[in-house]
């Protein structure tokens, strides 16, 4: 008989783990409160954007592998997805992780593991789950099993990344460890380090927040350059060549679902010593209005009033659809409070979900005065100035993502500024 697995949560992680473990002999309900997200599902819809998911969500649909519905059932394992945001004060919101594990205390059976693969602050499954779980009546480590096992994977790679990745199981003792590690193995092909479930929910944040504080000192080099005449992108390139240097990029913030909020979860956790930690996130959260500073100190170089922007890119990175903790918006909002006039067109984004989004990239750069980039999508890479300079107005480009070719727009006559390079701003340009 196939083992059954029911997943809680069917997003950007819940799904993609659901379909693999059902494409792998695995026996899968999924379950998710939206009930227009589990119609989609059911009739092979995808309602996130990701590489080669569709192919595998119609195998498990077709093969009866995988079913969906509102509500959980009965199985041999649960896997928990769903959101673990921060509130508006910056402390986390756990009431997904704690409504979902209740929601499944019914149909918890003996001999069961249940598994949180959301990132949360260390210390949920042991003061959060547990005395849920506990409802049950079964007892904690010998009836019912329960670990941790963040998820690492990179939207836009989360099939390669779910098998490839290594995975971190943490057990709230070793047979629930190990159990998670047997299943696991249906389909990772990486290593499975094993350790408790509160290490395992430190590691996950550290990770995002080792890359948070890396972004916010390529964020603080970029401003540091401008101010001294320098390409922060040609210095950290030229550190990244030391063999123990691994300096990120800077750009217009740090958005998503994870580096954007999961280093809160530590200065909630010890507020007087996650000094570093608060500060990274204050100087990533300070680049949108560093971005939108700079659109206006352009307009004003080149008195344009009321000047109009082509925003590019909605998303928080590179070819993805996900919008959320995207510093664009932010970036958008300061442009309002500057009274700027903006269009914006994202390629991934499907369906108009902002006020002033164009459908097309002539749509958006009509009578422009600058293009922006904020969002380093392949298709803003791929544009020639030829498509654009005949609709512009003013022949201006800020790219925040320097992923455009300078010297390609400049010799067709475009005034390009690129963040944390002031050796492009103004006069004559260097290349
Ligand atoms: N997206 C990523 O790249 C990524 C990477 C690593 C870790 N994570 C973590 O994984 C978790 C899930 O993230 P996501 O991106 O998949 O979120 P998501 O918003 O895409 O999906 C979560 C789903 O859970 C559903 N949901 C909410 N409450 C529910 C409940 N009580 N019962 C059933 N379904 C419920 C929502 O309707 C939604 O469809 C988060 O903790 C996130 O930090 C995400």
Not at 144 to 162: C, N, Q, T, Y
Not at 202 to 219: M, P, S
Request: aromatic share 6%.
């Amino acid at each position: 008989m196939k083992k059954k697995i029911c997943v809680v949560g069917l997003g950007y992680i819940g799904l993609p783990t659901a379909v693999m473990f059902a494409n792998h002999g695995m026996s899968v309900h999924g379950m998710d409160i939206n009930v227009d997200i589990v119609k989609d599902i059911a009739g092979k819809k995808l309602h996130i954007e990701e590489k080669g998911l569709q192919e595998e969500l119609n195998k498990a649909i077709d093969s009866k592998s995988l079913t969906v519905s509102t509500e959980p059932v009965e199985s041999d394992f649960f896997i928990i997805a769903v959101p673990s945001p921060i509130n508006a004060d910056k402390t986390a919101n756990l009431d997904y992780v704690a409504k979902a594990t209740s929601s499944i205390v019914p149909y918890i059976r003996e001999g069961n593991l249940v598994i949180l693969e959301s990132t949360v602050p260390p210390k949920t499954v042991e003061n959060i789950m547990l005395p849920l779980i506990k409802e049950s009546g079964l007892e904690i480590g010998n009836e019912v099993f329960v670990a941790h096992s963040p998820e690492r994977v990179i939207p836009g790679k989360v099939l390669e990344e779910l098998v490839n990745n290594d995975r971190i199981v943490g057990g709230i003792n070793e047979r629930s460890a190990q159990l998670a590690v047997e299943l696991y193995r249906t389909f990772v092909k990486g290593d499975i380090h094993v350790t408790d479930a509160t290490t395992a929910e430190l590691v996950k944040v550290i990770e995002n927040t080792y890359r948070d504080v890396n972004i916010a000192f390529a964020n603080e080099l970029a401003k540091i350059s401008e101010r001294i005449n320098v390409n922060v992108w040609e210095a950290i390139e030229l550190a990244n060549y030391h063999p123990r240097v691994n300096i990120h990029m800077p750009g217009p913030g740090v958005g998503g679902h994870c580096i954007a909020v999961d280093p809160w979860f530590l200065v909630e956790l010890q507020p007087e010593l996650a000094n570093l930690v608060k500060l990274s996130r204050q100087t990533n959260d300070s680049m949108p209005k560093f971005t939108a500073d700079k659109v206006n100190n352009v307009f004003n170089e080149y008195n344009i009033n009321h000047g109009r922007v082509a925003v590019l890119g909605l998303s928080f990175k590179a070819n993805i659809d996900d919008i959320r903790e995207s510093p664009s918006l932010k970036v958008i909002e300061y442009l309002d409070e500057y009274g700027i006039d903006y269009s914006i067109y994202d390629p991934h984004i499907h369906g108009i979900v902002m006020n002033g989004q164009a459908s097309t990239l002539e749509e958006a750069v009509n009578k422009a005065d600058m293009i922006l980039i904020l969002t380093d999508h392949n298709e803003f890479k791929a544009i020639s100035p030829e498509t654009v300079e005949g609709l512009m107005r003013t022949k201006l480009v800020l790219d925040t993502k320097r992923c455009l070719d300078v010297g390609v727009w400049r010799r067709a006559g475009f005034d390009v500024r690129v963040l944390g390079d002031s050796k492009t701003e103004g006069g004559i340009p260097k290349e």
